[in-house]
């Protein structure tokens, strides 16, 4: 298997257990990553680029894929294989390797198209998700499906925690299915247009809560962009980050949406459409994140928080 030569693709940590086990497993010949770019005075290197770096594999950080890809192709990889690049793969790169240009996606295609997966998994309320390995086209993770692996989405699942599992999930079923691919075994399917969903990149006007929709909608959205890059509010001109919550009661149909109606020891009651969301971890603009017992404990008279309005 060491003879096979793979160009990867990829930026994010979600890569990382994968292209460590493709470096054991195969021969990198290059690694396609995203160029740096500055976080205040900092530069940020991509997860990917410091893999390369360890492992003396030849690196390439086009601003533009175009613009490399005569000099990619001229390594003769006999397979591309890209996860989370976030650029379109050109036509010439997708036909250059002879056993073709595969992508690691993470959702059950056609479901959930597009760069935000996993949050939108979780936002949307879906009860499963998964892994799809398919054939590269040139229409956005629209191509042939290979093989797919689903995992149950728990309430107990934010963020993090899916992204983690997903991110071994890829690695085994990359791992499982390229032995295949290169036998010839496989025999891919065509993806349901009729079933297509979107999941685009989050944008800052996605991350605030809206009160006004259910509270299975709320907890969802809430734990759905947690830990990266968090849901807020606004409380008395005051940025507030939601981090965690629980499902409370129904009704409460005397108070306005967004309304604090109730004080738990563990949390903060807020009116949604068909009752209450209570708030059990937050982060206050200007503080590091907090349990809601131990911001509420703060306070001098919390009494004073019922009837506030987050807008």
């Not at 990867?8 to 470096?23: D, E, Q």
Request: hydrophobic share 40%; proline share 5%.
């Amino acid at each position: 298997m060491k003879d096979l030569k793979v160009i990867f693709m990829g930026t994010p940590s979600f890569c990382l257990p994968l292209l460590n086990a493709l470096i054991n497993n195969y021969n990198v010949i290059g690694i396609v990553t995203k160029p740096d770019h500055l976080v205040g005075t900092s530069v940020k290197y991509p997860p990917v680029k410091k893999v390369a770096i360890q492992n003396n594999i030849r690196l390439f950080q086009p601003e533009k894929i175009n613009k490399k890809v005569n000099e990619i192709v001229s390594l003769k990889p006999d397979i591309i294989i890209t996860c989370a690049y976030g650029q379109m793969i050109p036509k010439k790169l997708i036909e250059a390797p002879r056993f073709g240009c595969i992508n690691v996606h993470a959702s059950l295609l056609p479901k959930l198209r597009g760069g935000a997966p996993i949050h939108w998994a979780i936002i949307k309320g879906y009860q499963k998700t998964g892994i799809t390995i398919m054939y590269m086209v040139e229409t956005l993770d629209a191509g042939d499906i290979i093989s797919q692996q689903e995992t149950i989405i728990s309430d107990e699942d934010n963020v993090g925690t899916l992204h983690d599992r997903l991110s071994i999930m890829a690695k085994d079923l990359l791992l499982d299915t390229l032995p295949d691919i290169m036998a010839g075994n496989v025999k891919p399917i065509k993806q349901k247009r009729e079933e297509v969903t979107y999941a685009r990149n989050i944008k800052r006007e996605d991350e605030k809560i809206e009160f006004d929709h259910s509270k299975r909608e709320v907890f969802n959205y809430i734990r759905g962009l947690n830990p990266w890059p968090g849901s807020y509010t606004v409380l008395e001109d005051k940025i507030i980050k939601l981090w965690s919550s629980r499902i409370g009661e129904n009704g409460y149909s005397n108070h306005i949406n967004g309304e604090i109606i109730k004080l738990y020891e563990d949390g903060i009651g807020v009116k949604v459409s068909d009752g209450e969301i209570i708030i059990t971890e937050l982060q206050i603009e200007g503080k590091k994140r907090m349990s809601a017992k131990d911001y509420l404990n703060g306070l001098q008279d919390k009494e004073l928080l019922i009837g506030k309005i987050f807008r």
